[in-house]
């Protein structure tokens, strides 16, 4: 337990001390990613993630008019 705890600790440490990359730096590191890995990146910004969704719209990977998942699931529970 003390084990998951620490590991807890470090990530929490990490996340709070590390800024996020800049568009620059994000479009580099981009091009070296895997069609999964970019799959899981699109989620991620079509999830909720404001920061990695104005990335990808820059880049042209994600239209800005696509609906976000909870938009989506919002209207699906409409027409339920």
Known sequence: ??????????????????TPPTFEEFSVFWQGLSAFDRAAFEGDALAGNALLRGYLERLGVIDPAAPSLQEIAKELERQV
């Open 1 to 18: 337990m003390r084990d998951i705890r620490q590991r807890l600790a470090e990530l929490e440490r990490r996340m709070t001390t590390t």
